[in-house]
């Protein structure tokens, strides 16, 4: 059934901000602790292939958490809400000695983390699949929790580096064309009708969410076009 809007707002039920709430914290550590581990294992040469290396060096707060705000993609599914992936942005300053080339130049380079995203989704999946499966023979306690699983389980999505697990169950998937092509199970977002201005736009519905430190900072619902841009609009909350 198509959803059909007549303004720039989307309404969400209390009960579904509060599971985002919720999960979009849990999800958020996940990931902040995957990045941790990752900074001290992989090789920055690894890291910059990524194009991403900045969300992985990045400081720590006294909590132990990155400071950084993440936007997070979620999508409602028949199964439930699933977090498709996120993203850091950031801007990162050219090499010093570029600098004292060109004294009061200062130029940047833009990143929207997409790749490391996926990165993370990848890394996330295998090891949870991987726990899942040794768990009852794995000597030491698994990197995961039993509460992360949970919420791995229920709230990412699975995610390969090649397409062979979706065509062996027949699940429909979704390639991402990154450096690195990744395979993720499709979720389909729900299809959207705005009208805005006197003009109809047509697209799905994404719900973002902003997360700080482990803090939710709100809800940031969005048409997605058929041309890939985003068309922002107002949560309200019945």
């Given at each position: 059934?198509?959803?059909?809007?007549?303004?720039q707002?989307?309404?969400?039920?209390q009960?579904?901000?509060?599971?985002?709430?919720?999960?979009?914290?849990?999800?958020?550590?996940?990931?902040?602790?995957t990045?941790?581990?990752?900074?001290?294992?992989?090789?920055?040469?690894?890291?910059?292939?990524?194009?991403?290396?900045?969300?992985?060096?990045?400081?720590?707060?006294?909590?132990?958490?990155?400071?950084?705000?993440?936007?997070?993609?979620?999508?409602?599914?028949?199964?439930g809400?699933?977090?498709?992936?996120?993203?850091?942005?950031?801007?990162?300053?050219?090499?010093?000695?570029?600098?004292?080339?060109?004294?009061?130049?200062r130029?940047?380079?833009?990143?929207?983390?997409?790749?490391?995203?996926?990165?993370?989704?990848?890394?996330?999946w295998?090891?949870?699949?991987?726990?899942?499966?040794?768990?009852?023979?794995?000597?030491?306690?698994?990197?995961?929790?039993?509460?992360?699983?949970?919420?791995?389980?229920?709230?990412?999505?699975?995610?390969?580096?090649?397409?062979?697990?979706f065509?062996?169950?027949?699940?429909?998937?979704?390639?991402?064309?990154?450096?690195?092509?990744?395979?993720?199970?499709?979720?389909?977002?729900?299809?959207?009708?705005?009208?805005?201005?006197?003009?109809?736009?047509?697209?799905?519905?994404?719900?973002?969410?902003?997360?700080?430190?482990?803090?939710?900072?709100?809800?940031?619902p969005?048409?997605?076009?058929?041309?890939?841009?985003?068309?922002?609009?107002q949560a309200?909350?019945?």
């Amino acid at each position: 059934m198509r959803k059909i809007v007549l303004s720039q707002e989307i309404r969400y039920g209390q009960e579904d901000v509060n599971e985002l709430e919720s999960a979009s914290i849990k999800v958020r550590k996940i990931y902040d602790k995957t990045i941790s581990m990752l900074a001290q294992h992989v090789p920055e040469s690894v890291r910059k292939y990524w194009a991403c290396p900045k969300p992985a060096q990045e400081p720590l707060s006294p909590c132990g958490e990155n400071s950084s705000p993440v936007f997070q993609k979620w999508i409602q599914s028949p199964s439930g809400w699933k977090c498709v992936g996120c993203e850091r942005h950031y801007v990162e300053p050219v090499d010093a000695a570029k600098e004292k080339e060109h004294p009061g130049r200062r130029e940047y380079v833009f990143h929207n983390g997409r790749l490391q995203s996926m990165m993370l989704q990848l890394f996330i999946w295998s090891q949870f699949e991987e726990i899942s499966l040794f768990y009852p023979v794995l000597g030491d306690a698994p990197f995961y929790d039993e509460e992360e699983m949970e919420t791995i389980s229920a709230y990412f999505v699975p995610t390969y580096v090649t397409s062979l697990p979706f065509e062996q169950s027949g699940k429909p998937f979704k390639k991402h064309n990154t450096r690195v092509p990744v395979y993720q199970e499709l979720i389909s977002a729900p299809p959207l009708l705005l009208h805005l201005d006197g003009e109809v736009l047509e697209g799905t519905w994404v719900t973002g969410v902003y997360v700080d430190r482990g803090h939710f900072l709100g809800l940031g619902p969005y048409l997605k076009n058929s041309d890939g841009t985003r068309t922002f609009m107002q949560a309200l909350i019945h």
